[in-house]
Structures are given as C-alpha cells and as structure tokens.
C-alpha cells in the first residue's frame, strides 16, 4: 500500500483483516532475517526508532542504531526479545543508520552481517561473530573489504559455500559505484546515476565468502535477472526489477531469489539453477503492505515454508517504524509461489 493512501486506512479494521499480527509489539522492528538454528527460530531485524530526522528519499529517518534478536521455539509461540545485539557505537568503523541484517552459522561460532554508513558517508557491510545465537557479538575492526551499499544476505549451500547478496537503490547508494566506485557526494538526489528506462536494471551483487566468513573471496558480480526470453530486466521495469532485500532459499534443487521492488511495494521472486544466476523471473511473493518499504525473508520450519516481513500497521502507517510478522507460504506444483494477500479482503 503506497504511503499517499494511509490517510484513508482505518488501522483498526486493517489489523481485523491482517493474515498476520506483529511479532512483538514493544520495540519496532523491521528487514526480519529468520534462521532456524537446532530446532529454533531466531529472528535478525532492523530495530526502528524515531530518531527526529528529517524524511527524505535517501532514507535519512531511517535512523537505527542498533540490533536484537529475537527467538520462538515454535512459529505459533511468542517472540522472545534478547537485548541488544550489537550497538553502533561499538563498532569502529560505522558511524550510523544500522539498516537490515542477517545472520550464518559456522563451525560453532554465530556471524552477524550488516549494513551501515561510515564515517565518509558511504555504506559498507560489516561482520561481527558471537558464540551464542542471540549475541553480543564482537565487530571486526574494519568492514568487509570491497563492500558497499546495504541489505546483506547470506546464503549457505550444501556444499558449504556461503555466498553474500546485496545491494539497494537510491538510500541504498548502489547506483552510485555503476563504474566501480562511489560516484557522487551526500546529500544528493538519490535518483541521481540510475540507468535510463530502456537500459539494463541494475541488479543485486553476489559475491562468495572465505572460509571464515569475514571477507569476500572474489569481487562481487551482477547476479542477472533476466524475464522470460532470457533479457535482463530494464530499469523501467520498476513492477518486477530490483531495487532491495536480496534473499536466497533452495527448494526442490533450485534456487529462489526474492527482493523487493522498493517504490512499487511488491515482494518478487526469481529461479535459477545455480547461485550465482541468471534467475528468471517467476512473479509475486507478496502483495503491498502498509508502509512505504517491504522487506522479508523465507525460512523452513518443520518441513513448512514462512514469509517474514513487515509492515507499518502497528505504528498506525509510520514509515519508519515497523513491525515484523510471519505467514506460511506454499511452493506450487510448477515451481512458482504462491502470491500472498497481506491484508484480506
């Protein structure tokens, strides 16, 4: 739902109609990353609050300054809040804006990754590593080497390799290094350096892990997104392109990327045969939700398949604080997903 029609929404019928209820309700909370770890859900997301910023489209009211994480031990339990994770101020190379996370586990150690600016302005993604689930975790002194933009996601194979996904549009800055380095200065139109309609969407980034996981093994690289005749997806494309919230799953021997469309609001999917891509494009996870963002996740419990998301129903349509819901999803017998309605009619 497009944020110029919230004046028209009734919050308390929209709760009535909603497939979904917020996870937890006394802290706002937003980018759910979900991983079920030894028969428990852990879940990573933003953590939403009203720092007084100014709203703009570079996402500068966007203001997080830090992470919980949150556990079920069953999908229909509550949601248990463990404290903060990780702060900003403890890190020594970020300076603010916390944006989404996501988590891997490895060799008994636990591995937050994400997204902030540095002290220059530009958005790096960093890691930090935890012997528990829930934190604290320890940052590493400097970010990812090569890294830049926002909305990290990581994806184990089952081989082992772990392979990082990122990337966003306008806030996000990644059309800002198109040439292979940060191209502009903040504050700036964050339309500025997109491609034309009719040019080549820009797409998310993919780039292996070490075995450590703390840095890239190679140079990220285009993971292409390509329609049904095999084309890349253009720019102007803007119902199915991509714009932020890269996520991984495997079903049935494939591999399923699923992102948001940004200022469309729809959460989209793609198949490939392999992590690196192309993925063709398949359609619509999610319908639009109340808010001006949609970001999720999709994690396998108990043999079953769940959307995580957010929307802005709990703050009564505040863009900037959100809270994080899960609804189950059905993969259909011709590869595709079935499209959620996030709120019924």
Same mark, same amino acid.
């Given at each position: ?46 953590h939403d609050i009203d720092a007084g910023e100014a709203f703009d489209d570079l996402g ?57 600016? /540095?002290?220059?302005?530009? $958005?790096? !993604?960093?890691? #930090? +590593?935890?012997?528990?689930?829930? =934190?604290? &975790?320890?940052?590493?002194?400097? /970010?990812?080497?090569?890294? $830049?933009? !926002?909305?990290? #996601? +990581?994806?184990?194979?089952?081989? =082992?390799? &772990? ?183």
């Amino acid at each position: 739902m497009p944020e110029e029609s919230l004046d028209h929404i009734n919050f308390d019928k929209l709760n009535e109609k909603a497939i979904s209820s917020p996870l937890v309700k006394h802290i706002y909370t937003a980018d759910p990353s979900a991983h079920y770890y030894n028969g428990k859900i852990y879940i990573y997301p933003s953590h939403d609050i009203d720092a007084g910023e100014a709203f703009d489209d570079l996402g500068s009211h966007f203001a997080m300054e830090d992470y919980h994480v949150l556990s079920m031990d069953s999908i229909d339990g509550p949601a248990v809040d463990h404290g903060i994770a990780l702060h900003v101020k403890d890190v020594p190379w970020a300076e603010r804006q916390m944006w989404a996370p996501d988590a891997a586990y490895k060799g008994g150690k636990y591995y937050l990754f994400f997204p902030a600016k /540095a002290h220059d302005g530009i $958005f790096r !993604i960093g890691v #930090a +590593v935890s012997d528990s689930p829930t =934190g604290p &975790f320890t940052p590493q002194p400097q /970010a990812i080497k090569n890294s $830049f933009s !926002i909305d990290p #996601a +990581v994806f184990e194979d089952e081989d =082992g390799s &772990f392979y990082m996904y990122f990337g966003g549009l306008w806030g996000g800055q990644l059309q800002r290094w198109r040439n292979g380095s940060f191209n502009g200065k903040e504050p700036e139109s964050p339309t500025a350096h997109l491609p034309n309609d009719d040019e080549m969407a820009l797409m998310p980034k993919i780039a292996k892990m070490t075995d450590d996981l703390l840095e890239f093994a190679e140079k990220p690289k285009d993971a292409l997104i390509i329609d049904e005749n095999g084309n890349p997806l253009l720019a102007g494309d803007i119902k199915r392109r991509f714009f932020e919230a890269a996520w991984l799953h495997k079903y049935k021997g494939k591999y399923y990327f699923s992102y948001s469309t940004g200022d469309t609001h729809f959460i989209c999917f793609a198949v490939g045969d392999n992590p690196y891509g192309p993925f063709t494009y398949k359609g619509r996870i999610l319908e639009p939700v109340v808010g001006w963002t949609t970001h999720h996740s999709i994690c396998k419990v108990d043999e079953k398949w769940y959307l995580f998301y957010h929307d802005s129903s709990l703050s009564k349509g505040v863009t900037h604080l959100r809270c994080i819901k899960v609804a189950e999803i059905e993969h259909l017998s011709d590869g595709t997903i079935k499209t959620l309605k996030p709120y019924r009619d």
